[in-house]
């Protein structure tokens, strides 16, 4: 038997990883984000590990609109976000919590938080995602990118860059259209 036709298989199998690499676009671990419904646009970090996106929020309250559940927060960002934000809520998420943050006396692992819809530009793409909302103001960027994001936005992260698609461009596209 030859070995020549085991060598050509072994050339082929990379093909359609390559492939589906083209689709996608590189980001870096940290990038610049515009939310288009707050005029403003962030530093984000670019978290694989991390399942959802995270915004820094403070006063966060859950209220009823029209039988509806709702939430209304501040942006934990800056002075200058001084106004309340409200939203529909979308569902609560349960985030597991590190072993630092574990309280013995409490029976929870998980600290629910609530979760809205937002829609964020990072470098020519617009997408709307899912977004659960705490106060990060001890952290270096106010808003975490999660791989449910990072999915939806066709990303591959490569950790060695920072910025890499540069500043927000959207061009304006609707999720049907990804």
Same mark, same amino acid.
């Given at each position: 038997?030859?070995?020549?036709?085991?060598?050509?298989?072994?050339?082929?199998?990379? !093909?359609?990883?390559?492939?589906?690499?083209? +689709?996608?676009?590189?980001?870096?671990?940290?990038?610049?984000?515009?939310?288009?419904?707050? +005029?403003? $646009?962030?530093?984000?970090?670019?978290? #694989?590990?991390?399942?959802?996106?995270?915004?820094?929020?403070?006063?966060?309250?859950?209220?009823?609109?029209?039988?509806?559940?709702?939430?209304?927060?501040?942006?934990?960002?800056?002075?200058?976000?001084?106004?309340?934000? $409200?939203?529909?809520?979308?569902?609560?998420?349960?985030?597991?919590?590190?072993?630092? +943050?574990?309280?013995?006396?409490?029976?929870?692992?998980?600290?629910?938080?609530?979760? !809205?819809?937002?829609?964020?530009?990072?470098?020519?793409?617009?997408?709307?995602?899912? !977004?659960?909302?705490?106060?990060?103001?001890?952290?270096?960027?106010?808003?975490?990118?999660?791989?449910?994001?990072? #999915?939806?936005?066709?990303?591959?992260?490569?950790?060695?860059? #920072?910025?890499?698609?540069?500043?927000?461009?959207?061009?304006?596209?609707?999720?049907? +259209? $990804?």
């Amino acid at each position: 038997m030859s070995v020549r036709p085991y060598l050509l298989l072994l050339c082929l199998l990379p !093909v359609p990883l390559l492939l589906h690499a083209a +689709d996608k676009t590189i980001y870096g671990l940290n990038e610049h984000v515009a939310l288009p419904g707050f +005029d403003l $646009e962030v530093q984000a970090k670019l978290d #694989t590990g991390a399942q959802t996106a995270s915004l820094s929020a403070r006063d966060i309250e859950r209220f009823k609109r029209d039988g509806k559940s709702w939430v209304r927060f501040y942006l934990a960002i800056d002075e200058a976000h001084d106004r309340p934000i $409200e939203l529909p809520l979308q569902r609560i998420s349960k985030i597991k919590r590190r072993a630092g +943050d574990f309280d013995p006396d409490e029976d929870k692992t998980y600290t629910p938080r609530p979760v !809205v819809e937002l829609d964020l530009c990072m470098g020519a793409a617009r997408r709307s995602i899912e !977004v659960n909302l705490t106060d990060r103001s001890a952290f270096q960027y106010p808003l975490l990118i999660g791989s449910d994001a990072l #999915t939806r936005f066709g990303a591959l992260v490569d950790p060695s860059l #920072t910025y890499a698609a540069g500043k927000p461009g959207c061009i304006t596209v609707s999720d049907a +259209d $990804e």
